[in-house]
């Protein structure tokens, strides 16, 4: 098996997540410009500038091209299993010279840029395991402005699901124009803390516009879609209909004592992208 | 209103400025995030003359191509993060225009009344549409030290915008408008 030409599947993994949005986010988008006017108009008409140049030119749409972060889920009959943590490592090494990313690596402790968008735990990789033989990857670059107003509530039960939706909404309404709305907003309820967490991140990779099968929880999402909106903080806190896209939620069984509630937030680049690796080495990037 | 300012702009010029107007610069302007505000606090002398530059709070991404550098990317980065230098940053180098995301505070706000400056908010994330605005890359300093996204990048922008007055030099501010509707 070639595992350099895997390798350079992974830099064109990260170059489609980087410079072309997802269908589902831009049509949303269009659908934010026609019902804003005067400032907000204004950003969002800059946004979809600037995906749309970004997509020709081929160049990371923001400066911010995040921290390098992929859900893998591993068909067991995979061969070559061992070599995946490697492929994606010198993907991403290779990848930020070639297309090219902002070195975004710092050590916690001494400052210093790991210039190539590894080190310590990063990319971020969470594996799954499922039947076949294929391996399926999504890359999601994580922007800093957006993570930086994530937050975890470890609310009393009694407060009950009113309480997680007030909670939700209290909480987008104090990230204001931070997060770069309008932004995609992941919950995860339920769980222990981290779990609740990770459901929001992973709550962001379900396309804008797709509800929870769950009928009441999709219920549920549509009203806090509308609360967050009624905010009027807009496009870039600006003022505005559109300060969110859509509010993704996905629930785990939770503790009797806990009602942890995971807040995860995506700014308008809500970029991400997927590969296939089959068994014979040979892959697509979608 | 919009306007096309040269820069440095003038205290007259920065007056007229009232929040929601839109204005294109063109001139000098110079990157700055918290690192950079932290070290320029601390020097006792700077390297160029930040009072005739837009100040942009902004990491970008760059690459070098024969020897030249280049700006692939660059959007403005979170404000917020800035709100404790930068009081003390606009009195120390006289920086009139503030071009960055998401908003400032109190003290920011009271900054650009007492020297007369306005805070420009820029379509975050609208990296690539800010890099082909840049002209020419003219320095780089504390690249080494700070790394590529922290370091303070000099760049000669033509038009650069569109560039929305949020909070002005008559204590107007667009986020503190929303807050106080939201509060009603």
């Not at chain 1, 489609?16 to 997802?22: F, I, N, Q, Y």
């Not at chain 1, 076949?132 to 930086?148: H, L, M, Q, R, Y």
């Not at chain 1, 909404?169 to 204001?176: G, P, R, S, T």
């Not at chain 2, 306005?118 to 700070?146: H, Q």
């Amino acid at each position: 098996m070639n595992f350099e030409d895997i390798e350079n599947g992974i830099v064109e993994l990260i170059r489609k997540a980087e410079t072309d949005l997802p269908k589902d986010v831009i049509d949303s988008l269009k659908k934010a410009y026609e019902i804003e006017e005067g400032v907000a108009k204004t950003q969002i008409d800059a946004i979809l500038t600037n995906i749309d140049l970004a997509k020709k030119s081929k160049r990371p749409m923001c400066q911010d091209t995040g921290i390098q972060t992929f859900f893998v889920t591993i068909g067991i009959d995979f061969p070559h299993i061992d070599k995946l943590k490697e492929i994606i490592l010198n993907g991403v090494k290779k990848a930020t010279k070639e297309i090219p990313l902002r070195p975004n690596t710092v050590d916690p402790f001494t400052g210093e840029n790991h210039k190539d968008n590894t080190g310590f735990q990063i990319p971020y990789v969470t594996w799954e395991f499922s039947d076949g033989s294929d391996v399926k990857i999504t890359a999601f670059p994580k922007g800093g402005g957006s993570e930086n107003m994530s937050k975890l509530g470890m609310l009393k039960p009694g407060v009950g699901i009113d309480g997680a939706k007030d909670f939700v909404v209290e909480e987008m309404i104090k990230a204001a124009g931070n997060p770069c709305p309008p932004t995609v907003v992941g919950v995860g309820i339920g769980g222990g803390a981290d779990l609740a967490m990770k459901l929001g991140k992973k709550a962001l990779l379900r396309p804008v516009g797709e509800r929870n099968t769950d009928k009441t929880i999709a219920k549920i999402e549509e009203e806090l879609i509308k609360r967050i909106n009624k905010s009027g903080i807009g496009p870039m806190g600006l003022g505005g209909k559109t300060t969110v896209l859509d509010v993704h939620i996905e629930k785990a069984h939770r503790h009797p004592a806990s009602l942890p509630v995971g807040i995860a937030v995506q700014c308008w680049a809500d970029r991400r992208a997927h590969m296939i690796i089959h068994s014979d080495g040979t892959w697509e990037v979608k | 209103m919009e306007y096309n300012l040269n820069l440095p702009a003038s205290k007259e010029e920065i007056k007229k400025l009232k929040i929601r107007d839109i204005i294109y610069v063109t001139g000098k302007i110079f990157t700055a995030r918290d690192e950079a505000h932290h070290m320029m606090l601390e020097k006792d002398e700077i390297p160029f003359n930040p009072s005739e530059m837009a100040l942009f709070h902004c990491g970008p991404l760059m690459k070098k191509d024969n020897s030249k550098w280049q700006v692939v990317s660059a959007g403005p980065t979170t404000s917020s993060r800035m709100e404790i230098f930068e009081d003390k940053f606009l009195e120390r180098f006289g920086t009139n225009i503030i071009i960055g995301k998401g908003g400032m505070g109190d003290k920011t706000e009271k900054a650009l009344q007492q020297f007369t400056g306005v805070y420009t908010a820029y379509a975050g994330g609208a990296g690539a549409l800010a890099a082909d605005k840049v002209e020419e890359v003219l320095g780089v300093y504390w690249l080494e030290e700070l790394g590529m996204p922290e370091a303070a990048w000099i760049f000669k922008v033509k038009e650069f915008g569109p560039l929305v007055v949020a909070i002005d030099s008559h204590g107007g501010s667009i986020y503190k408008e929303l807050k106080k509707q939201l509060k009603a």
